[in-house]
């Protein structure tokens, strides 16, 4: 590991506690609905407020994606965990306590590892439990009222939580967007964040390098990796005015006001013996055999680290390359699409990471609804590697196809390569392969720049440049831009 970053003498520690909504139809205990936006109260049933004479039932579905978790992770998966009541009073928790794991959580241990820049870095995960969400209060402030709703009680999380390993705002940020892509790709969250499907809490503290760690204050909510950034970096700076002003830190959770780009005390942290934890006595001990292990692993989809070691050995793409493709399940489909369609990898990689990318971002849509799908855009590939166009007509071809209409049609290879043929003769972008033609245009650029010439003759590269610019726009584009290179070098001797 490298020595780590200081901020005025301080070093930066971060730990993780984030609570993923696992996708399942219905509640951890029950079977109401999970869905989202439905009118308030009209999803919440008598065991998600625990009245009397109820009993909360486990869902399957929910330990089996907690599972998933732990093997994507290289976790253990317990055999035997424990559910305990976590109890507290607020108004979004009218039972009065939260359904949780405490002791014995499903999940113990695994890591999660990215890249930062070229520099790898692991994060140890301590545990990920099962637990059920509270409701969710409402303020109008327009009535100067406020109403709960209690469609989101019994929704199933799974909190994960991290050693404190994590050492700046950036790395907490590239953690956070790596565990969103592995509960994404494992299906096991929709990943949703305005939707508070995927909460992040990110516990700060700062130290002098060598000393124990510092007091810790709790960042809850962070629901978009912008505002984690700018909360992260705001509370590290107020720590260490606070240190440097002689004042201790006091162990609080604070919420971040993306208004203000401030962080603000709410509460001061309860400990967890505040809580009083016990075994929840309705529910027994929750048992996964290992014959439910083997079964969830042979369902597993491989993982991107797995798929990323692929692409280099397979496709001999560089390791950036291969990452980069692999940020989500539809990217890396998409890429092994196009790859198969032109048997040009490097190439579809190139374009998906440049002009798709640039698209994608520029509309603000992903990949999935891209105008032009993996065969179309390996048709216009195969088209430049076979050189009838030029890289720069390609770019023109691909224009046209994100911005007509109803291209989501699927079509074979061959139809697809018919309907850039087609689009490439009206055009006219047909690259000009005929050398005569083009010295022709040669002679012509050379005859009426003199100047060029002469500069470049007095070692001017410059006015090269300047010439081939010339006869690429006297050809319409249509030039080979390597053959003007040539051609015009040894006519200029
Ligand atoms: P609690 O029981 O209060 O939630 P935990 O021990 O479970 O506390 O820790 C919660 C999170 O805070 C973990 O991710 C842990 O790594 C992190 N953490 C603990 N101590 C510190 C600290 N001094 N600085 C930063 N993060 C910390
Ligand atoms: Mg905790």
């Given at each position: 590991m490298s020595t780590p970053k200081l901020i005025q003498g301080y070093e930066v520690v971060i730990g993780f506690e984030t609570h993923a909504q696992l996708?399942?139809?219905?509640k951890i205990f029950s079977r109401a609905p999970t869905a989202f936006?439905?009118?308030?109260?009209?999803?919440?049933c008598a065991v998600d407020l625990a009245l009397p004479g109820t009993l909360p039932v486990m869902n399957r579905g929910a330990v089996e994606r907690a599972i998933r978790f732990g093997l994507a992770i290289g976790a253990r998966v317990a055999p035997r965990s424990i559910f305990a009541r976590k109890n507290y009073f607020y108004p979004d928790l009218p039972k009065g306590y939260q359904i949780s794991q405490y002791e014995i959580p499903v999940v113990q241990g695994g890591e999660v590892s990215f890249y930062l820049g070229d520099e790898k870095k692991t994060v140890r995960l301590v545990r990920a439990h099962l637990e059920e969400d509270a409701g969710k209060s409402l303020h109008e402030d327009f009535i100067g009222q406020s109403g709960i709703d209690l469609?989101?009680?019994g929704t199933p999380l799974l909190e994960i939580v991290t050693e404190p390993d994590i050492r700046s705002s950036e790395e907490a940020v590239a953690y956070a967007r790596e565990l969103h892509k592995i509960v994404t790709w494992i299906g096991i969250?929709?990943?949703n964040m305005q939707e508070g499907s995927f909460r992040c809490d990110a516990n700060v503290s700062v130290r002098k390098p060598g000393q124990p760690l510092g007091t810790r204050r709790e960042i809850k909510n962070l629901n978009s990796f912008k505002f984690m950034q700018q909360a992260i970096d705001y509370e590290v700076r107020w720590q260490i005015e606070q240190i440097e002003d002689g004042h201790a830190i006091q162990q609080a959770t604070v919420l971040f006001d993306p208004d203000t780009g401030e962080t603000r005390a709410m509460r001061t942290k309860e400990d967890?013996?505040?809580?009083?934890?016990?075994?929840?006595?309705?529910l027994p001990p929750l048992v996964i055999s290992k014959e439910w292990i083997e079964r969830v692993k042979s369902q597993m989809p491989e993982l991107p680290r797995a798929m990323a070691a692929r692409f280099v050995a397979d496709?001999?793409?560089p390791e950036y390359d291969a990452t980069t493709l692999t940020q989500s399940k539809a990217m890396a489909a998409y890429f092994e699409a196009t790859a198969q369609a032109c048997k040009q990898p490097k190439l579809a990689s190139n374009w998906i990471m440049g002009e798709v990318s640039r698209r994608l971002n520029a509309a603000e849509i992903s990949i999935e609804k891209a105008p032009v799908d993996a065969v179309m855009l390996g048709a216009v590939i195969t088209r430049v590697s076979e050189g009838v166009i030029s890289n720069n007509a390609a770019k023109q071809v691909f224009d046209a196809l994100w911005s007509e209409?109803?291209?989501?049609t699927r079509r074979s290879e061959d139809e697809a390569l018919v309907k850039i043929d087609s689009y490439i003769e009206i055009k006219g972008?047909?690259?000009?392969?005929?050398s005569g033609a083009l010295e022709q245009i040669i002679d012509e650029v050379i005859a009426a720049n003199a100047d060029n010439v002469a500069q470049f003759k007095a070692g001017k590269e410059k006015a090269f440049n300047a010439l081939v610019g010339q006869v690429m726009k006297a050809s319409k584009g249509k030039a080979n831009p390597q053959q003007v290179n040539d051609l015009l070098r040894s006519k200029l001797g």
């Open positions: 996708s399942t139809q219905s936006g439905a009118e308030p109260n009209t999803q919440a469609n989101r009680a969250c929709d990943g967890a013996a505040d809580y009083r934890y016990f075994p929840d006595p309705d496709y001999g793409l209409e109803g291209i989501l972008l047909k690259q000009m392969n005929d």
